[in-house]
């Protein structure tokens, strides 16, 4: 279990999580690639009081767990073991997109998202 939470930076693995949730509201927004995000995904984007909350928390929980991923993995000088377990999540998601008929672009759009979370990440616990 020390391999999980030793040395790692808390404060990074909290601010990781939450820099890169904003930049997912900004990447799924109309300002960059939301409505055709929306329109290949089978959704409609809607209003701030037509936010799916539970979705949200949910996503917010997974960007902890993956910056805690990154924060142990930096801790242990696992760098290419992060990027690796990062690209597979990223492949598996773009496999769902598949499996749920999403178009080319949502699927690039969702795994493209998941590399910036990473770059994100690391940054953050590389600065913290």
């Keep these: 279990m020390a391999e999980l ?4 930076g808390w404060l990074a693995l909290i601010a990781g999580a939450l820099i890169s949730f904003l930049a997912g509201w900004l990447w799924y927004s109309p ?4 409505p055709k995000w929306a329109e290949g995904s089978g959704v409609e984007m809607g209003t701030a009081s037509d936010m799916p909350f539970g979705a949200m928390a949910a996503q917010f929980a997974g960007l902890v767990l993956m910056s805690w ?3 142990a993995g930096l801790a242990a000088n696992a760098l290419p073991l992060v990027v690796l377990g990062t690209l597979a999540f990223a492949v598996l998601a773009y496999s769902g997109g598949l499996f749920t008929k999403r178009s080319l672009y949502a699927r690039n759009v ?6 910036v979370a990473l770059v994100l990440m690391i940054g953050v616990h ?3």
């Design 126 to 128: 590389s600065v913290l």
């Design 69 to 71: 991923f990154v924060g």
């Design 5 to 8: 939470t030793g040395n790692v």
């Design 110 to 115: 969702d795994a493209g998202y998941w590399i």
């Design 31 to 34: 300002l960059l690639f939301g």
